[in-house]
């Protein structure tokens, strides 16, 4: 045991669990670098007080009890970043699996193909339907496809002409 400051000494004793809460650590690793457990920092009395500037200068430059540094607490800020990145992430895979997400280019593909095949369809009715409307009025067959033909194209580059965001 450390002989204790002299009594007209200003140093002030704190208890391990005060230097802890001041250093920002725990009092087991306050505990493990005293003199009693194989550490450097003396303790005083029956209480085992701990100077604490004394305890400042002595106290091991790498312990778990250390006050985190700058770089310590960005690598936290990263760790948290990248945990949350995962759990997003995951989340996602899960809404996927569940079929509650599409794949986006899958879905534009998808899009894709149903507009093509309303163009084509488009495209072939007044062959398909100009016949009867020519006999039905007693026309040319050949001149009512090709009007409706035409008018079908314009309708077309005009639905062509509109965007849709997706």
Not at 5 to 25: H, I, K, M, N, Y
Not at 95 to 109: A, H, I, N, P, W
Request: aromatic content about 6%; proline content about 6%.
């Amino acid at each position: 045991m450390a002989t204790p400051p002299a009594e007209d000494s200003p140093v002030t004793l704190v208890s391990q669990r005060e230097f802890a809460r001041r250093r920002g650590c725990s009092i087991q690793a306050v505990n493990r670098n005293t003199v009693d457990h194989g550490g450097v920092i003396p303790t005083y009395g029956a209480k085992k007080q701990i100077d604490p500037v004394e305890a400042e200068r002595l106290w091991p430059p790498r312990t778990n009890g250390v006050a985190p540094s700058s770089q310590t607490r960005e690598l936290d800020r990263q760790r948290v970043r990248k945990l949350t990145a995962e759990a997003a992430r995951a989340e996602l895979e899960l809404r996927v699996r569940k079929s509650e997400l599409l794949d986006r280019q899958k879905g534009l593909d998808t899009v894709f193909r149903f507009a093509r095949m309303l163009r084509d369809r488009w495209q072939a009715w007044p062959a398909k339907v100009g016949p009867l409307v020519a006999a039905q009025f007693g026309l040319d067959a050949g001149a009512v496809i090709v009007v409706l033909e035409g008018l079908v194209r314009e309708h077309l580059e005009e639905l062509a002409s509109e965007r849709c965001a997706f």
